[in-house]
């Protein structure tokens, strides 16, 4: 037994050797892979069909590698941006930032190594660096516009993705408004905002987004955003804003023929003169309030005397009493049309009206200041009649010229006085023979 356990060790030694002699030793060939991981704040958005990444210059940077057949030697990295052009190559010791001086693109190249020289292939990613505040660059309604449908949507475009809850929660509307619902689009720049109910008209409104409101990488707003609109006007309330009602006040009147087209308590303006007629004290602004005007909508006319219809001015008979006014002397008296002595007092009412102080129940000639009797009654006044007792001898000749019975023809003062009347013709006679003879 003893030499088969001398053999043992021998045997073992044997056996170890043809094993070894056996192994083949196997060649790294296959290079690592590197993976870069890229923390928040990161967005990505698509535009046109292509990725984009936004970041900071906050947003930390994460390398990675891994190696199937060895060990990692290394992973490198490189920057570049539009104003530092290529960075060194760095060896990546852990997470990095992008210190940009300016927004925009950067490209970041890397890749790793391991211990058998194997370098992967360089890699490419592409950042977009975005360190600047958002803004909100456009609305509807416009700033300051006026005739807004009261029906619409509010609008707003921002210049960058935005959060959209950070937004949401910073949007004041005053009047108060209750939001329905928002709709956002174009990568989160822009949000419409519907709301439950209609907005009032011929109301200005206040829209205001708070500068709390942040954008996908954290960023404030720049500014509080503010804008004003006015709504379209409807005077009457009939769910026709004003510019297409054909009838703004609903008064009845087609605004084209309504000078008042705004106004439910006026259609007319008589005068012109900027005051509705329901309004204006002296609708045709002749000077006399239409409460004492005959004709308020007639400049021409303020008075109708003889309520025939046609004012005075026009009328020419304004009493109605028959007599025309240029020949009446009381044009606006139907019971006087004459003042025979001009005192002012017409005929029927003037007790003397030739104002010869006879009043007319005692004067035979109550139109004639020069006469008020007529003795022998023969329609001549004594005053004109050269024979007032009509005793046919003349009153100068008559010694009583009021006494038809003295001087009457057959009387003996008659035949007196004849005689005396024929000496005197006579005599007169005989005087004219003597200065026309021939001696």
Known sequence: MKPIRALIPIFIVITLFISLASVTVAEDITPPVSTLTINQPLHNQTIDGTSYRYVNASTSFNLTAADANGTISGIWYRVWSASDNWTDWTNYT??????????????IEYFAGDNSSNNESINNQTVFINNRAPRAIHSWPMENSINNSWESDIFIEFNEPMN?????DFILIEPAMEIDSYSWSNNDTNVSISL????????TYTVMVLKNATDLMGHNLKNNFTFDFTTWTDVDD???P???????????????DDPFPLDTTETVDTDD????DNADEDDDNDGVDDDDDAFPLDHNETADSDDDGIGDNADTDDDNDDVIDIHDAFPLDSSEHLDTDRDGVGNNADTDDDGDNVTDTEDIFPLDKSEWADFDGDGIGDNADTDDDGDG???????????ADVGRPGSGIYNLYMWLAIMVAMGVGIVILLLKGPW
Do not use: C, Q, R, W
Request: no cysteine; charged share 35%.
């Open 393 to 403: 001898f003349v009153d100068i000749i008559d010694p009583e010229p009021l006494n």
């Open 164 to 168: 959209k809850t950070s937004v949401e």
């Open 196 to 203: 439950k109910e209609n907005m009032e008209s011929d109301t």
């Open 242 to 256: 004003d510019f297409l009602d054909t009838d703004n006040d609903n008064d009845g009147v087609e605004d084209v």
């Open 238 to 240: 009939d769910d026709i």
């Open 273 to 276: 003169d900027g005051i509705g």
């Open 94 to 107: 852990g997470n990095f930032t992008i210190d940009a001086l300016a927004d925009g693109f950067h490209y």
